[in-house]
């Protein structure tokens, strides 16, 4: 693989390092630093910018807190002590240094599909971090969740190791885009539903899932849930910048956005954008719509132009790159009203990356709504304008405020 210009921008601060290495080697440190990124490592194992990969924050999981570990070539500390056979197994086996099992918050049921050349690759650029001496305690679960034995039942029943194998029935760019989405890019850790053990529920692959109170939608080509009428570029545009004529990407996604996919190469961001819309293509069709003279549509459609159109406009369209579009939108459509009801209630602002420096934010309303007016008002965004879906209650909204207040 070419070296990208994003890359060779980065590699400008490091000219030092170009100077030690030869030519081969340099290319493979960053082929692997491009690789990290699009695993997005730093999210998990990144807390401190100025301690790169010494450690991660804190992540909550349904059975309690696990902490990414040092991964710098610390060797009190961090993986120093390592060889790239051992770093192979933790991403393709889970199984870590002296056989320790690692919990599924490592991603590794993906990263098993990634092969053997670009986890050298990833090594290859750990190994020229700074090494960084940082405890970390990884496992704060409670018993018995923090015993590890326990992991080799959990991974006889949800996890199917192996690389990546190609489809020959496809094309390259497609493979390309499978390769990326199901192994590294790790997308099914937010967007594919999980069974009652954390695990991923394979036959609902990127359908949709909860994360951390927000709703991962589903990114399968389904027209009225997924990304199905979306074409390639708006796709690409989304992944690229967090924001398209469609939505504004925010909360977790927004992360993915600003320290991952926006820095995808554009071929590996097409070969994404070709694969998903190839996933579960059905003319995905909803529930009826409520009628327009259901009270609970009375109300909000007045709640509506009382507190919301000023800026989502009176027919849903919104401002382009500003206020998201409500009609005809995957997010609004989708099973579960989790981030909607999190957005009105706390508010958000959209991605910030380079190419778009001040993100639009949106007001919270939770001092100056009732959990009523909240679930009238999304009933009524969930019927309008082309969309479809299952009103929202009050309960719901109430149990939502309270989540949020922990
Ligand atoms: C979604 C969060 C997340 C992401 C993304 C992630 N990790 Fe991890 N990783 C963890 C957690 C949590 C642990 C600790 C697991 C445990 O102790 O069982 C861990 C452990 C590890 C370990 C074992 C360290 C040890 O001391 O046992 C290695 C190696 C590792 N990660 C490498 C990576 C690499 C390389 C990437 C990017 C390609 C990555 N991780 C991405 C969460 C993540
Ligand atoms: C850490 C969790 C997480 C990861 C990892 C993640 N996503 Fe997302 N994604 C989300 C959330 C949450 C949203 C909803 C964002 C919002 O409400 O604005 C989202 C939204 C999206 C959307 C917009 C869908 C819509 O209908 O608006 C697309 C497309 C998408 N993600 C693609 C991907 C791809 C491709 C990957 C892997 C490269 C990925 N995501 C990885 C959590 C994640
Ligand atoms: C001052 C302008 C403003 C007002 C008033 C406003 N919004 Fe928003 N809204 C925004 C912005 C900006 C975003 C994008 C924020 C983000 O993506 O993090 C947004 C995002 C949303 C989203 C998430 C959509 C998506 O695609 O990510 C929903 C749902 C929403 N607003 C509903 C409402 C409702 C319902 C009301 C009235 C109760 C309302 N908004 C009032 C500006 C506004």
């Not at 650029?125 to 960084?132: D, K, S, V, W």
């Not at 997308?187 to 954390?198: A, D, S, Y």
């Not at 609970?296 to 009176?314: E, L, N, P, W």
Request: glycine share 8%.
């Amino acid at each position: 693989m070419k070296p990208l210009m994003a890359l060779s921008l980065l590699a400008l601060s490091c000219a030092f390092a170009s100077q030690a290495l030869a030519q081969p080697e340099f290319d493979q440190v960053e082929k692997g630093r491009y690789l990290a990124t699009v695993g997005d490592c730093a999210a998990c194992h990144t807390a401190d910018p100025a301690k790169p990969f010494a450690g991660g924050i804190a992540i909550k999981t349904p059975f309690g807190t696990l902490v990414g570990a040092n991964i710098t070539p610390d060797t009190a500390t961090g993986i120093g002590n390592w060889t790239y056979d051992d770093f192979r197994r933790a991403m393709s086996e889970g199984i870590g240094h002296d056989g320790k099992r690692l919990y599924g918050a490592m991603p590794f049921t993906a990263y098993t599909k990634v092969t053997d050349e670009d986890n050298r690759a990833i090594w290859a650029y750990l190994q020229t971090l700074q090494p960084i001496n940082n405890p970390v305690e990884t496992n704060q679960l409670p018993f018995p969740f923090s015993v590890r034995t326990s992991l080799m039942v959990w991974n006889w029943m949800n996890f199917d190791k192996g690389v990546y194998q190609p489809d020959m029935t496809k094309s390259a760019e497609w493979n390309r885009g499978a390769y990326l989405v199901q192994g590294l890019g790790h997308c099914g850790t937010c967007h594919t539903p999980k069974n009652i053990l954390g695990g991923d529920k394979n036959d609902l692959f990127l359908q949709g899932a909860e994360v951390e109170n927000w709703w991962a939608p589903n990114i399968t080509a389904n027209s009225h849930e997924g990304v199905g009428r979306w074409t390639i570029q708006e796709i690409k545009d989304y992944l690229r910048t967090g924001v398209n004529r469609y939505d504004i990407a925010s909360g977790p996604m927004a992360e993915e956005v600003k320290h991952s996919s926006h820095a995808w190469s554009d071929a590996d961001l097409q070969a994404v954008a070709v694969y998903l819309k190839s996933l579960g293509k059905t003319e995905g069709k909803g529930p009826e719509p409520l009628p327009a003279d259901n009270p609970q549509m009375v109300t909000g459609k007045a709640i509506y132009f009382d507190r919301c159109s000023a800026c989502h406009t009176s027919s849903g369209k919104g401002e382009k790159n500003i206020f998201p579009q409500l009609a005809s939108s995957p997010l609004i459509n989708a099973r579960e009203p989790v981030s909607l009801m999190r957005v009105v209630l706390a508010g958000s602002r959209g991605v910030d990356t380079d190419s778009r420096p001040t993100a639009p934010a949106m007001p919270s309303f939770a001092a100056t709504m009732t959990d009523q007016q909240i679930a009238d008002v999304l009933t009524y965004i969930r019927n309008s304008w082309d969309n479809a879906a299952p009103a929202v209650s009050a309960s719901d909204v109430q149990a939502m405020r309270e989540k949020l207040q922990e």
